[in-house]
């Protein structure tokens, strides 16, 4: 298995543009997070899904943000419009269950300037 | 409110010695603990896990942690560093009794190895 996929792997932006993330889970697992880490916050949750439905919304910093994940094998984590403090690594990771053990994808460095 | 403290940002050893880094949570009556490790520019990988089996725990690499309700405490150890050891440590916490079942991250421990 390739594991948890994400793209892209850097991101670089202007204030005020719209950024979308993307994911793709391992084949398989039922539950996704997204997590935002930064030197001042360290790793923060964002968002988690459950069988494509989220569960867990309440550590999505504000309206700008949003999470979807239209199927099984595919979510995305969109910024509308940027902000130079959205700058962060995002990470995207995946679990069979809410239980089980995280596997996390390498990464994306965005970068809004 | 639940947390989880990694009493130290950085530690340096020399190759060769002791690895000792540690956490505490807060209690809860049914806590499920993890040790990550973060190369650099890499994601995140697990360690180990405590889900309520065993107290002391066997991870990959060589690295163990001891799960100590008694200290609320579940300190990462190996008793040889290398230097390939050298990353950012995470102690993480799932707090069952709580309506996010998510992950709680400690704030990181970043480990330098020194030859």
């Known amino acids: 298995d390739a594991g948890v996929i994400q793209s892209p792997r850097h991101e670089v932006t202007e204030m005020g543009q719209e950024v979308t993330l993307r994911c793709k889970p391992i084949?398989?697992?039922?539950?996704l997070f997204w997590y935002r880490q930064t030197m001042m916050r360290g790793l923060e949750l964002l968002i988690y899904?459950?069988?494509?439905?989220?569960?867990?919304d309440s550590g999505m910093p504000e309206d700008r943000f949003s999470a979807k994940m239209p199927n099984a094998s595919f979510s995305t984590l969109k910024i509308q419009p940027s902000e130079p403090r959205d700058s962060a690594v995002y990470f995207c990771?995946?679990?069979?269950?809410?239980?089980?053990?995280?596997?996390f994808g390498p990464g994306t460095r965005l970068t809004v300037t | 409110a639940q947390s989880v403290t990694q009493l130290d940002s950085h530690v340096s050893v020399s190759e060769g010695t002791p690895v000792l880094l540690r956490c505490n949570y807060s209690?809860?009556?049914?806590?499920?603990l993890f040790w990550y490790v973060q190369h650099p520019n890499k994601g995140l990988q697990l360690l180990l896990k405590?889900?309520?089996?065993?107290?002391l725990v066997k991870g990959i690499n060589g690295f163990e942690a001891e799960f100590k309700k008694s200290e609320t405490s579940f300190h990462l150890t190996k008793p040889s560093a290398h230097m390939s050891d050298a990353a950012e440590y995470f102690c993480?916490?799932?707090?069952?009794?709580?309506?996010?079942?998510?992950?709680?991250f400690g704030s990181g421990t970043r480990l330098q190895v020194q030859p």
């Open positions: 993480v916490v799932r707090y069952m009794d709580t309506g996010r079942r998510a992950l709680t």
């Open positions: 899904f459950n069988n494509n439905v989220p569960i867990d």
């Open positions: 405590y889900t309520s089996a065993a107290t």
């Open positions: 990771a995946s679990s069979l269950n809410r239980q089980g053990e995280q596997y």
């Open positions: 209690s809860s009556y049914s806590p499920s």
């Open positions: 084949s398989g697992h039922n539950s």
